[in-house]
């Protein structure tokens, strides 16, 4: 485990090391995005373009953008029609484990916090995983704790094995692991890898993670690439957005995206746009800046960029937001969310990792969907 002390840029012992130019590229390139330089006539050259460049995409992130969003909108809308057509996909989240090693100041789950920590025997998150799969939906996303001992990688295999059987897609949000044990739950039935690395910043990386894993960023920030070479169909990028500026941790996100699809252009690269939210024994935390005016620039940005991006739209948005940007940007929603340990079949076993926005059933979401004259979308997947 990397303590306190340790060099957050160094690795530990037992974290894999790729050869790879990406983080190099990506934060050399952010070094250089200064946000305020932007004007609006750069904004209408990036807008009057088919196709961005990296300049262009700063500019739509930049605060000169804030005043064309409608147009930027009525493009982006144009762009997701064209790569998804109307279809909007549905999943859900299960937390299997909360037990974390890490001292992340921003987290519910950070090992200091005094919560009720639990970790699904292998009957509960089955009980949990039929629960779900009644409801109709067929994309199931799996959590943990940053904790190896609680939920190691067999742990989670087996309940990756559970999944599989009813569930067409099964994505993992878990601890960076190496390249073989990524192989290794490919093996099992995983197909997608969420890792976000919360800030870009390396200075406000070391600040807000204190102690364990978690603290190594060049590990974290391979992570995807890692799980690419380890077979894994699909990665999710993202920023904790409010942790530091996000403007810049967007375009790193956009960034290192976009890097990864030139250099493994079979791999299926999404978006994510979390925001800080309160959380067990800390109510104030919220994402300073990053308002909804801020977090659908962001989005549209994201999409402009990179139009055949899927982005996902979470339970941290209240409920008039995601309405607003399914089908303009978000072409995957959650629905009926438990951010707890389990709590689907019967009561939750451990506590949430932060306060949710929107608490609607997957019958809600999928008529909300339709009454935008959308098509819900179960699965895009068959598993042979």
Not at 148 to 173: C, P, Q
Request: contains cysteine.
């Amino acid at each position: 485990m990397a303590m306190k002390k340790t060099n957050h840029m160094e690795y530990a012992d037992g974290m894999e090391i790729i050869e790879s130019d990406l983080m190099e590229k990506v934060l050399g390139a952010v070094e250089k995005y200064d946000h305020a330089q932007y004007t609006k006539r750069d904004v209408e050259k990036a807008l009057s373009k088919e196709q961005l460049s990296l300049d262009d995409y700063g500019a739509l992130l930049s605060p000169a953008a804030q005043g064309y969003l409608e147009v930027m909108a009525r493009k982006a809308i144009a762009e997701t029609r064209k790569h998804f057509g109307n279809s909007v996909s549905l999943f859900t989240p299960l937390y299997i484990a909360n037990y974390c090693e890490n001292e992340c100041t921003y987290c519910g789950f950070k090992a200091t916090n005094k919560i009720t920590r639990a970790t699904l025997t292998m009957q509960e998150a089955e009980d949990e995983l039929k629960a779900i799969a009644a409801t109709g939906l067929e994309e199931i996303l799996l959590l943990t704790g940053e904790s190896r001992y609680k939920s190691d990688v067999e742990y989670i295999g087996e309940t990756i094995k559970l999944a599989a059987k009813y569930f067409s897609t099964v994505g993992i949000e878990i601890y960076p692991l190496n390249t073989d044990e990524y192989a290794y739950l490919h093996s099992c039935g995983a197909d997608f890898v969420s890792v976000y690395q919360e800030t870009y910043n390396t200075d406000t990386y070391e600040k807000y993670h204190l102690w364990g894993s978690k603290r190594v960023f060049p590990y974290r920030f391979h992570a995807q690439e890692r799980a690419i070479l380890g077979g894994m169909r699909g990665v999710s990028f993202g920023a904790l957005l409010g942790l530091d500026d996000f403007r810049k941790d967007a375009f790193a996100a956009g960034l290192h995206a976009h890097f990864m699809q030139q250099k493994y252009p079979h791999a299926e690269v999404g978006f994510s746009v979390p925001r800080l939210r309160p959380y067990i024994n800390n109510a104030k935390n919220n994402p300073r800046d990053v308002h909804e005016t801020q977090l659908l620039q962001v989005m549209l940005a994201y999409r402009l960029w990179m139009p055949f991006a899927g982005i996902t739209i979470s339970t941290r948005e209240r409920a008039g937001f995601r309405d607003n940007v399914v089908g303009l940007v978000a072409t995957k929603a959650s629905a009926g969310v438990n951010v707890g340990v389990g709590g689907h079949d019967e009561e939750q076993k451990g506590d949430q990792q932060f306060e949710i926005s929107d608490e609607r059933s997957v019958a809600e979401i999928h008529q909300m969907i339709v009454n935008k004259g959308l098509q819900p979308v179960y699965t895009d997947y068959i598993r042979v």
